[in-house]
């Protein structure tokens, strides 16, 4: 997503302080903590996390849907994911937060088995080959996001059909080792069976009015169980 100059971006920032966390590693094991005093209750709840939120559609509709769990959305750009929590703002939303960060080692944030499950939208391709190793799906992350899991789920939609691919070889190569497990698959998914209860992001809504098939893989990780006929399963 391309970087816009914004008017005011540190000052808008600065009225958000109660949507992000300025200094997300600390937080490292510490989440339900935060969320607890957000939502004021000590109930335990998953969290659930998207990398690269983009404008953020899609996670603030989750968190709607979902009230009783919790949310995290991470976005690299600070003019993007200003507009991301300035709409989350106005929703009043107290199970997601945010951070602006570029995410390179995810066990920094988080640790073992402090999260239950992860969505990866649109991730960029990285096009080069040099480049695969950037790629959010990348075997690399993929050993991270189980280790910060134990057991959870990946979600993964595209327009983009070479990342699609690597990311199938990917997971073809280490699913035994990594405990992964393709639980469902299309390369359509809007006229799948997996579309009952579709999210659209804006990446989604762009491609797909264009004619563009959406990707759509879900992962099971450390065996976790997922009874998935459509995308509202968890
Ligand atoms: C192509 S956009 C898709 C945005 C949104 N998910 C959607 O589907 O509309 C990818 C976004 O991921 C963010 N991003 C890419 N790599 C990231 C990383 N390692 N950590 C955090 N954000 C990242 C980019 O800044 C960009 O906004």
């Known amino acids: 997503m ?5 008017k005011d971006l540190d000052i808008r920032l600065d009225k958000l302080k109660h949507l992000y966390v300025t200094e997300p590693k600390s937080k490292k094991g510490l989440w339900k903590d ?7 209750d000590r109930k335990e709840r998953r969290i659930f ?32 994911i200003l507009m991301a929590m300035e709409k989350a703002n106005s929703d009043k939303l107290d199970n997601l937060i945010f951070i602006q960060d570029h995410i390179k080692d995810i066990r920094d944030y988080f640790e073992n088995g402090e999260i239950s499950g992860i969505y990866l939208n649109f991730s960029d391709p990285w096009h080069k080959k040099r480049h695969a190793k ?8 993929l050993d991270r ?11 993964m939609k595209t327009d983009n059909d ?20 393709i639980v469902s698959f299309t390369r359509d998914l809007h006229i799948s069976p997996y579309s009952e209860g579709n999210i659209m992001t804006e990446y989604e809504s762009k491609f797909s009015s264009r004619g563009k098939n959406i990707n759509y ?18």
Do not use: W
């Open 2 to 6: 391309r970087q816009r100059r914004v």
């Open 34 to 40: 935060l969320f607890e005093e957000l939502r004021q």
């Open 49 to 80: 996390l998207e990398i690269g939120c983009g404008k953020g559609s899609f996670i603030r509709e989750l968190a709607k849907r979902y009230p009783e769990d919790n949310f995290i959305a991470i976005e690299a750009q600070p003019s993007v």
């Open 134 to 141: 950037r790629r959010l799906t990348h075997r690399k992350f």
């Open 145 to 155: 996001y189980r280790e910060i899991m134990g057991q959870g789920f990946i979600k």
């Open 162 to 181: 070479n990342l699609f691919n690597f990311t199938i070889d990917e997971l073809s190569d280490v699913s035994e080792k990594l405990d992964m497990k």
């Open 217 to 234: 893989v879900n992962i099971s990780v450390g065996g976790h169980k997922i009874n998935e006929d459509s995308v509202r399963e968890r």
